[in-house]
T-cell receptor
Framework: DTGVSQNPRHKITKRGQNVTFRCDPISEHNRLYWYRQTLGQGPEFLTYFQNEAQLEKSRLLSDRFSAERPKGSFSTLEIQRTEQGDSAMYLC????????????FGPGTRLLVL | GNSVTQMEGPVTLSEEAFLTINCTYTATGYPSLFWYVQYPGEGLQLLLKATKADDKGSNKGFEATYRKETTSFHLEKGSVQVSDSAVYFCALSDRGSTLGRLYFGRGTQLTVWP
């Protein structure tokens, strides 16, 4: 399977704990996006990378959130001191460049903060 | 700014019924428009797209026409099947921006009964 993969698929944690999610984009895709989807809502943009450079962060991405893409391939999204409001589906998408436009999404990581 | 307003669901239809899901948008630039579909337990998949006014996107019997004068991109299918049961998201991408992020509507849950 050469699609976008995300791990873990599900994560349950206690409030105050740190969590880290991983996204492996489609090989050779240089753009990588993170979105957050809460119940009954559409995905909301969090941040995106062009190769290893993080080019924009949404105001939704508080200082407890950090994302990296150290080698321009896989990316990690870390949430520190989790809060119940962080419970959501975290989606990763990738594409080759803006002329392609179509973003290819992974299955998501569902986070539940107790 | 950029935003998408989508018909609220849920929508429940009998098999072979006609489907319309309304989508209107607001954009600062000249957007590309998309419909994504999310089947239970899966990630978002591109269903169809249109990149300029009067273009019609089509796939799997679904169609949507980019209407600049009414800022709309309504999704239609002449005869739905049980397998079409899913959540449908309308989205736009601002082609004038190098960012390429997607702006999503809230999603419409479609359930088709046999």
């Amino acid at each position: 399977d050469t699609g976008v993969s995300q791990n873990p698929r599900h994560k349950i944690t206690k409030r105050g704990q740190n969590v880290t999610f991983r996204c492996d984009p489609i090989s050779e895709h240089n753009r990588l996006y993170w979105y957050r989807q809460t119940l009954g809502q559409g995905p909301e943009f969090l941040t995106y990378f062009q190769n290893e450079a993080q080019l924009e962060k949404s105001r939704l991405l508080s200082d407890r959130f950090s994302a990296e893409r150290p080698k321009g391939s896989f990316s990690t999204l870390e949430i520190q001191r989790t809060e119940q409001g962080d419970s959501a589906m975290y989606l990763c998408a990738s594409n080759l460049d803006t002329s392609a436009e179509t973003q290819y999404f992974g299955p998501g990581t569902r986070l539940l903060v107790l | 700014g950029n935003s998408v307003t989508q018909m609220e669901g849920p929508v429940t239809l009998s098999e072979e019924a006609f489907l319309t899901i309304n989508c209107t948008y607001t954009a600062t630039g000249y957007p590309s428009l998309f419909w994504y579909v999310q089947y239970p337990g899966e990630g978002l998949q591109l269903l169809l797209k249109a990149t300029k006014a009067d273009d019609k996107g089509s796939n799997k019997g679904f169609e949507a026409t980019y209407r600049k004068e009414t800022t709309s991109f309504h999704l239609e299918k002449g005869s739905v099947q049980v397998s079409d049961s899913a959540v449908y998201f309308c989205a736009l991408s601002d082609r004038g921006s190098t960012l390429g992020r997607l702006y999503f509507g809230r999603g419409t849950q479609l359930t088709v009964w046999p």
